[in-house]
């Protein structure tokens, strides 16, 4: 079993930064992609980014030039730098992973909690 724990929401003001990070733990042979999504009341579950193991990355188109993703792959921890915040960024914060337990094994998709991201105005 995988475990990720999100830690670095709060409130900010609008044009302020965040950085959140997720670690994962657990039976862990490799990790593929691991990204952030998030999700406003009433809204889906959206891409906020994501990158690869070996660092391509790609954004949601309303956080482009404002958010970047990086990770530490020997840490199994990615984070999210999050500047010129908006009051539209307010948000539940839900990190993803793409892991393998083995090297025969099929990667599967691990959600954290979330973490709450408010910005105010």
């Known amino acids: 079993q995988v475990e990720l724990v999100e830690s670095g929401g709060g409130l900010v003001q609008a044009g302020g930064s965040l950085r959140l990070s997720c670690a994962a733990s657990?039976?862990?042979?490799?990790?593929?992609?691991m990204g952030w999504y998030r999700q406003a009341p009433g809204k889906r579950r959206e891409l906020v980014a994501i990158?690869?193991?070996?660092?391509?990355?790609n954004y949601g188109d309303s956080v482009k030039g404002r958010f970047t993703i990086f990770r530490a792959n020997a840490k199994n921890t990615v984070y999210l730098q999050m500047n010129s915040l908006k009051p539209e960024d307010t948000a539940v914060y839900y990190c993803?992973?793409?892991?393998?337990?083995?090297?025969?094994?099929?990667?599967?998709?691990?959600w954290g909690q979330g973490t709450q991201v408010t910005v105010s105005s």
């Open positions: 990158i690869t193991s070996s660092g391509g990355t």
């Open positions: 993803n992973a793409e892991v393998k337990a083995s090297i025969l094994a099929n990667a599967r998709s691990y």
């Open positions: 657990g039976r862990i042979f490799s990790i593929n992609a």
